[in-house]
Nanobody, 128 residues
Framework: VQLQASGGGLVQAGDSLRLSCAASSRSFSTYNMAWFRQAPGKEREFIAAISWNGGRTNYGDPAKGRFTISRDGAPNTMWLQMNSLKPEDTAVYYC??????????????????????WGQGTLVTVSS
């Protein structure tokens, strides 16, 4: 499956931004999906995940209370609504898909290794 992330840009602290991830596969509705990010000089960090049917979500600590993950099968798109952005949110944001049939909890426990398809990333820069 090909994933295309978009929506990044330069914003000020406190602003909001909505990232999109478009999937090419017709099987999109069967995949658990997630967002990760990687800041310069830092390791990749889990942001949020959503189950194949949208019924379950989980969030990494940086996202709790500020970010919301969602998805829609028509079109095959996943979103990440980011509110109250902080300079420390500056990073390249990646969307990922898992073609595994495992539960969201099982896949999430594997971190990035739980996902076998990755988009190219979209840069989010938050100025202070």
């Amino acid at each position: 499956v090909q994933l295309q992330a978009s929506g990044g840009g330069l914003v000020q602290a406190g602003d909001s931004l909505r990232l999109s991830c478009a999937a090419s596969s017709r099987s999109f509705s069967t995949y658990n999906m997630a967002w990760f990010r990687q800041a310069p000089g830092k390791e990749r960090e889990f942001i949020a995940a959503i189950s194949w049917n949208g019924g379950r979500t989980n969030y990494g600590d940086p996202a709790k209370g500020r970010f919301t993950i969602s998805r829609d099968g028509a079109p095959n798109t996943m979103w990440l609504q980011m509110n109250s952005l902080k300079p420390e949110d500056t990073a390249v944001y990646y969307c990922a898909a898992s073609t595994s049939t495992g539960s969201l909890s099982t896949i999430s426990a594997l971190g990035g290794k739980g996902y076998d398809n990755w988009g190219q990333g979209t840069l989010v820069t938050v100025s202070s």
